[in-house]
């Protein structure tokens, strides 16, 4: 799976802030811009390659991803008409890079990472909507018949949800949309969404609604958008999340959940004590103390906390954390009853 970034828009509603760089730069938390928090959240899933369109500023943007030192290929395809074309051509410019399933988004979106995740588990083509959000006046809704998306659109009213344009798409449902995304192009017809394009082969090209109700998913068109929006994102990642490991090494299955769980606010992990592992293997290679600063020096890791027992009940009586993470490896077997 790639992920599909359209930033080749100009932000003319977000005035002094765009003049030297493009919106996605726009800070929207101490140290973490619109583009800085997709890229981590990204890579924290597990995605590997990006497809990102540019326009104006393209320097700037290509330089700034390049500072950010995150784990991931992007590939840059710059729209050299952005000022007169709408991202469908943008898209179009891109096409022979994007045969693939993908998650694709507009630049401007910020989202809560837990949604990321929901999109990706989706096993249909879906896209992210409100059914609690009041219903936009000038924005995207998406007309729902018999459980699919029929269309989208800023012009409809009946049948509709509030919807922001963060998109799974598998490989056969996407070669739909892009193929009319294709065909408009070749007729000259770039000034519109590309949405347009879909409507038109809506059909054929079966994706389903994702209600992420409350949850944060939101695009920043003007500056009381990003007020807003840096409100709740101020508020979201003051949340608190707990994980626990007993591990006497670090591999690539840890860093990734690290990453995961980073990606939902501030974490501490647990680190079982040497008791704790021999009570239900052998006793760990590595003393309790070696574990525990293996951990301390793991980007994302706020604290590390000791947990005495396989239980977690001890632990979260003291830090009631929003969140608890773990792999699935807990739905089963000797640990099912500790998840329960």
Known sequence: MKALILNSGMGKRMGALTKEHPKCMTEIAENETILSRQLKIISAYGI??????TG????VLVDYCNSLGVPLDITFVKNEDFAST?????IYLAREHLHDDIVMMHGDLVYDANVFGEVLKSDSSCMTVSSTLPLPEK?????INDGRISAVGIEFFENVLAAQ??????????EEWLKNIERFCESKNTSVYAENAFNEVSDRCKIVPLDVRNALCSEI???EDLAVISARLKESMEK????CVSADMIHSGHISIIKKAAALGKLTV??????????YKRFPLMPFEERKALFENISGVEAVVEQKTLSYKDVLSELKPDYVVHGDDWKEGFQKPIRA
């Open 139 to 143: 924005d995207f809704k998406a007309v």
């Open 221 to 223: 068109d003007t500056q």
């Open 56 to 59: 104006a500023f393209d320097k």
């Open 86 to 90: 709408n991202y469908i051509y943008s």
């Open 165 to 174: 344009p963060l998109y799974k798409l598998k490989k056969e449902d996407w």
């Open 240 to 243: 608190t999340v707990y994980m």
């Open 270 to 279: 647990g680190v079982l004590s040497d008791e704790a592992v021999a009570s």
């Open 48 to 53: 590997k390659e990006v497809v990102m369109t």
